[in-house]
């Protein structure tokens, strides 16, 4: 089966505690993405990269970080200095910006609790 | 960057009943999608819109791209139709912008 796997489903961390979060492709996507959702909002940019070895912030990047050493992989590292970590985690794929059909697709998401 | 604006926020219909949602966005996009955010957070793609009018089912979808808005209208709407949905846009080699979604719960 094609798609986008994330795991896990829940994470209980504790406040201080580095945390990543996991996200695979079987695709053959070039660019990855990560967003952040709090209850009742939309979706927000944390990081995406269009191709390995290479990502680039979106809009709240502080406090995250992310790597891209294959194609199929995008971890997300949250780490004890993002203030508010508690929220709904969701990773996307697509093809290239550059290619004329550029959907997107997301994975069922990471909920991700501190305590 | 570019503006992305859905309305209405929240929506209640009885069941059969048909609606229309919109997104008007402030710039030109070379991708445009429809999602529905069912109750476990799946994000489900609807459709990938940038242009011109597709149907699928009870859902269909028009994009008016020179006019900066899209519609997507349900039909005689069911209870598992209940959700959020979004609209996104793409402008350039940007990534897929959010608006904040309707809300929409179907009663029975």
């Known amino acids: 089966d094609g798609g986008i796997t994330q795991s896990p489903k829940y994470l209980f961390r504790k406040e201080g505690q580095n945390v990543t979060l996991s996200c695979e492709q079987n695709?053959?996507?070039?660019?990855m993405y990560w967003y952040r959702q709090d209850p009742g909002q939309g979706l927000r940019l944390i990081y995406y990269?269009?191709?390995?070895?290479?990502?680039q912030k979106g809009d709240i990047a502080e406090g995250y970080s992310v790597s891209r050493e294959k194609k199929e992989s995008f971890p997300l590292t949250v780490t004890s200095a993002q203030k508010n970590p508690t929220a709904f985690y969701l990773c996307?794929?697509?093809?290239?910006?550059?290619?004329?059909?550029?959907?997107?697709?997301f994975g069922p998401g990471t909920r991700l609790t501190v305590l | 960057g570019i503006q992305v604006e859905q309305s209405p926020p929240d929506l209640i219909l009885q069941e059969g009943a048909n609606s229309t949602l919109r997104c008007n966005f402030s710039?030109?996009?070379?991708?445009l999608q429809w999602f529905h955010q069912n109750p476990w957070g799946q994000l489900i793609n609807l459709f990938y819109?940038?242009?011109g009018t597709k149907q699928n089912g009870r859902l269909s979808a028009t994009t008016v791209a020179t006019e900066r808005y899209s519609l997507l209208y349900i039909s005689s709407s069911q209870t598992t139709d209940s959700g959020v949905y979004f609209c996104?846009?793409?402008?350039?080699?940007?990534?897929?912008?959010f608006g904040k979604g309707t809300r929409l719960s179907v009663i029975a």
């Open positions: 996307a794929s697509s093809t290239a910006s550059g290619v004329s059909y550029n959907e997107q697709f």
């Open positions: 695709l053959n996507h070039d660019a």
């Open positions: 990269s269009q191709i390995v070895n290479d990502f």
């Open positions: 710039d030109s996009v070379n991708n």
């Open positions: 819109i940038p242009s």
């Open positions: 996104a846009v793409k402008s350039g080699n940007t990534p897929l912008v």
